[in-house]
């Protein structure tokens, strides 16, 4: 790496379904790893690119941040969004571009991160929606269930709610929102919060969805938090109804750098062709 370093953040949507999540892995596809490999056509030499959220083998996202830092970049800011979606595959896009400082970190510095999973509540399954919502043919309490995501808003030790895998230091995170939108036959369930431990929220849509169906009272959730067993809680909802909405830092961004193309995991494909 040589001449003026160059540290850009970019908002990003994907289908998750054809990656092997976001972090790089020998021998398999991810988004870090195509992204990565997209950046070093464009500059000739290696770009390591950090990401807000760590998402999973199936999951989405419709505002991912990314950063990374380049020596000899050659390319204006305005020019970031359609010169990376001119060598990205179909199911990645770049949504917008904007220059920030070395220091600056997608997921270090984010204070709030806002994930979503969508449920197909009906008895005849839908192929449309089959890598992008759940589908739940049972009756869902809605009461119930809202009154069990209420329980997790609030300064909590959620280690109850996490699946083996990431050590981290401290499982305590501050769930600032838990709410649902019907949209017809799907339901959207909200979760804002300043962080997530390893498929917390996946954990949570399991355990919510039993409390739903009426196989688990509403109070397994404060007995949960209180005692931190995960064998409490449901099991692990499956990825595919999960997508990243957004992450939010204390200034925007990308105020007025918006790119064109939509953040919908459903037509990134169609923006990229447009």
Known sequence: MSGTLKCLALKIAYDGTHFHGFQRQPGLRTVQGVLEAALALLVGSPCVVKGAGRTDAGVHARGQVVSFCCGDWQIP??????????????????????????EFHPRYDAVLKVYRYTILRRIVRCPLSRLYALHVPER????????????????????????????????????AECYLREEGDF??????????????????????????????????????LAGGER??????????????EEVRYRQDLFAGAEGSGSSDPLEVSRARKA
Do not use: W
Request: one cysteine or more.
């Open 77 to 102: 800011v305005d020019r970031v969004v359609p010169a990376l979606n001119g060598v990205l595959p179909e199911d990645i896009a770049v949504l917008a571009a904007a220059e920030v400082p070395p």
């Open 140 to 175: 869902l309490d809605t009461v119930r269930l809202q009154a069990a995501m209420d329980l997790l808003v609030g300064t909590h030790d959620f280690r109850a709610f996490q699946n083996t895998g990431r050590p981290v230091r401290s499982a305590v995170r501050t769930v």
């Open 187 to 224: 339901l959207h369930l909200y979760f804002a919060a300043d962080g997530f431990l390893y498929q917390m929220v996946r954990v949570m849509v399991g355990t919510l969805l039993e409390i739903a169906r009426g196989r688990l009272a509403t109070a397994v959730i404060s007995a949960a």
């Open 231 to 244: 064998k409490l809680l449901g099991p692990t909802a499956p990825p595919h109804g999960l997508c990243l």
